[in-house]
Antibody, heavy 121, light 111 residues
Framework: EVQLVQSGAEVKKPGESLRISCKGSGYSFTSYWISWVRQMPGKGLEWMGRIDPSDSYTNYSPSFQGHVTISADKSISTAYLQWSSLKASDTAMYYCARRACSGGSCYLQHWGQGTLVTVSS | QSVLTQPPSASGTPGQRVTISCSGS????????VNWYQQLPGTAPKLLIYSNNQRPSGVPDRFSGSKSGTSASLAISGLQSEDEADYYC????????????FGGGTKLTVL
């Protein structure tokens, strides 16, 4: 069974750094891209960026480029989302999701349970 | 403001058929397939429809999807109380917005 298990909720102060994680199991971790998706309180889904765990190639939505860093450690089947200096506006639920493709179409097939990040002074 | 446009809300009574629309442009829906996600209250999104009209294993055939030009629709027939959720459309975007863009979501209420 494919599973994406994310790290637990975090409460941080503005300016602090943070790294949250997403551990894949039940499949070949290097064979599928991992995306990160933000959901601000009461709002919709926003795609942030993705990583190909086989070579750590990343690309980001322009809205998030330069504000977050996505990385992966294939030796432990884990992807990361990282901030160097958090802002209150980073308060949100963050989901990781695994891409799958079929017949030339791709989609986010499996999702983690989400990590709630709260940034408050 | 989301790249894909959905109505913020929809409603229906048990047993009814409801549809949710999703409007995009030539760089996303017009040239790529559409996926739909269901988010039940307090849970992570779940893939509901992929490649415009394909259902993953386990998704009831009450759910169906279609696409025409730069618009797509999700239809739910035989509405049930457990269908009350937020529904999001998504598509690959060939422009600078990035591989995936989402609609703003539609909150479905079962009356």
């Amino acid at each position: 069974e494919v599973q994406l298990v994310q790290s637990g909720a975090e409460v941080k102060k503005p300016g602090e750094s943070l790294r949250i994680s997403c551990k894949g199991s039940g499949y070949s971790f290097t064979s599928y891209w991992i995306s990160w998706v933000r959901q601000m309180p009461g709002k919709g889904l926003e795609w942030m960026g993705r990583i190909d765990p086989s070579d750590s190639y990343t690309n980001y939505s322009p809205s998030f480029q330069g504000h977050v860093t996505i990385s992966a450690d294939k030796s432990i089947s884990t992807a990361y989302l990282q901030w160097s200096s958090l802002k209150a506006s980073d308060t949100a639920m963050y989901y990781c999701a695994r891409r799958a493709c079929s017949g030339g179409s791709c989609y986010l097939q499996h999702w983690g349970q989400g990590t709630l990040v709260t940034v408050s002074s | 403001q989301s790249v894909l446009t959905q109505p913020p809300s929809a409603s229906g009574t048990p047993g009814q058929r409801v549809t949710i629309s999703c409007s995009g442009s030539s760089s996303n829906i017009g040239s790529n397939t559409v996926n739909w996600y269901q988010q039940l209250p307090g849970t992570a999104p779940k893939l509901l429809i992929y490649s415009n009209n394909q259902r993953p294993s386990g998704v009831p055939d009450r759910f169906s999807g279609s696409k025409s030009g730069t618009s797509a629709s999700l239809a739910i027939s035989g509405l049930q109380s457990e269908d009350e959720a937020d529904y999001y459309c998504a598509a690959w975007d060939d422009s600078l917005n990035g591989p995936w863009v989402f609609g703003g979501g539609t909150k479905l209420t079962v009356l």
